[in-house]
């Protein structure tokens, strides 16, 4: 499905459930097709000591583009053991669709009583870092140079936001 640019579009975020399964895998694929940035966090826990599971909560939101009577998902958001993950089909970028996902994402993390959240950023990534940069995420440790399987090299920074008062400190 392709929306009308001359239309408007309306967005809004769903927590991912089974009914959208097949639209969010289909997302996944398209966002794939378009960035290396999910080969990451794969090619990362290959080269590190996998981290132990926790029992904390975990989400995943769904950006829903809706135009009429048709709505498809174009972005994701997640938090599983306090790292987040997000990606926007580049088509709706620039839009302050990661903002509105990112807060959404920290309002739940602050709900659910999480102490902190992380994410590993490529630093080449100047809006994705702006983004972060304006939610107070600090970044932590040096630069991690990383080789991603279709050859590309980049560099990760790892960014972390305290959300409760007592740990703001770094």
Request: charged content about 25%; hydrophobic content about 45%.
């Given at each position: ?44 826990d ?21 135009q ?30 990661g ?16 102490k ?17 940069d304006?939610f ?24 972390i936001?305290?959300l ?6 770094l």
């Amino acid at each position: 499905m392709t929306f009308d640019s001359a239309e408007p579009i309306t967005f809004t975020l769903e927590e991912a459930s089974l009914n959208r399964a097949q639209s969010w895998q289909s997302l996944i694929q398209n966002l794939m097709a378009e960035t290396d940035t999910f080969l990451v966090a794969s090619v990362r826990d290959g080269q590190i000591e996998p981290e132990e599971k926790t029992d904390e909560p975990a989400i995943t939101l769904l950006l829903i583009a809706e135009q009429k009577n048709d709505s498809l998902p174009v972005g994701i958001a997640s938090i599983e053991n306090g790292e987040i993950g997000m990606a926007i089909l580049k088509e709706f970028q620039g839009a302050g669709l990661g903002h509105s996902l990112i807060a959404s994402l920290l309002d739940w993390a602050e709900v659910v009583n999480l102490k902190e959240v992380w994410l590993d950023v490529q630093t080449d990534n100047l809006v994705a870092i702006h983004i972060y940069d304006k939610f107070n995420f600090k970044k932590m440790g040096d630069e991690v140079n990383l080789t991603l399987p279709n050859g590309r090299a980049t560099k990760l920074q790892r960014m972390i936001k305290f959300l409760n008062k007592e740990n703001t400190s770094l």
